[in-house]
T-cell receptor, first 114, second 114 residues
Framework: DAGVTQSPTHLIKTRGQQVTLRCSPI?????VSWYQQVLGQGPQFIFQ???????GRGNFPDRFSARQFPNYSSELNVNALLLGDSALYLC?????????????FGPGTRLTVL | KQEVTQIPAALSVPEGENLVLNCSFT??????LQWFRQDPGKGLTSLLL?????REQTSGRLNASLDKSSGRSTLYIAASQPGDSATYLC?????????????FGKGTKLSVIP
């Protein structure tokens, strides 16, 4: 079975640009979460979506937005990119939004902002 | 602020040795704790999930324990192999506000020397 997939694998942007990252959850999973991982740190929570509704938001500016589609895939958008947005962006899926569910992560998208 | 601490930050052991990785958290009100493995530049691979009602979980050569009262979890790796070399992250899912997110430690980088 396919795991969580993310695209693109790598991305290079310049300051001020906008970027869209994509995630497809494991088949049958309805919840998607997004995390940002800066080099040398643990992942930081950005958003959780379940059934197309935002269920949680981390401490990130409004430049970050996301949505979930009827097929449960998701997009993360970042506007007005800053150098500090350079990071590995990870998507995780789980069966539902239940708190006892195991999270499964994708391979990530490496974003470099120049 | 909910914090997760992993000590040591790096560990180097000879092949075949048994080892323990430590994870501590400041707030013992948790739903579960999850251990992950991350290879350089890659996504996270889920290793073990321990629910708050459980004391330990085992998978092959891995055993994870949870002591909520002391705010500690350990990951025991038996008969280590060079292929175990990676960064190991623990993540806590707390109760109450913010229960939709995982809070990660910075990880322990493990090197198993042949």
């Amino acid at each position: 079975d396919a795991g969580v997939t993310q695209s693109p694998t790598h991305l290079i942007k310049t300051r001020g640009q906008q970027v869209t990252l994509r995630c497809s959850p494991i088949s049958g999973h309805k919840s998607v979460s997004w995390y940002q991982q800066v080099l040398g740190q643990g992942p930081q929570f950005i958003f959780q979506y379940y059934e197309k509704e935002e269920r949680g938001r981390g401490n990130f500016p409004d430049r970050f937005s996301a949505r979930q589609f009827p097929n449960y895939s998701s997009e993360l958008n970042v506007n007005a990119l800053l150098l500090g947005d350079s990071a590995l962006y990870l998507c995780a899926s789980s069966l539902s939004a239940g708190y006892n569910n195991e999270q499964f992560f994708g391979p990530g998208t490496r974003l470099t902002v120049l | 602020k909910q914090e997760v601490t992993q000590i040591p930050a790096a560990l180097s052991v000879p092949e075949g040795e048994n080892l323990v990785l430590n994870c501590s958290f400041t707030d013992s009100a948790i739903y579960n704790l999850q251990w992950f493995r991350q290879d350089p530049g890659k996504g996270l691979t889920s290793l073990l999930l321990i629910q708050s009602s459980q004391r330990e979980q085992t998978s092959g050569r891995l055993n994870a324990s949870l002591d909520k009262s002391s705010g500690r979890s350990t990951l025991y790796i038996a008969a280590s192999q060079p292929g175990d070399s990676a960064t190991y992250l623990c993540a806590r899912r707390g109760t109450g506000a913010g229960s939709y997110q995982l809070t990660f430690g910075k990880g322990t980088k493990l090197s198993v020397i042949p």
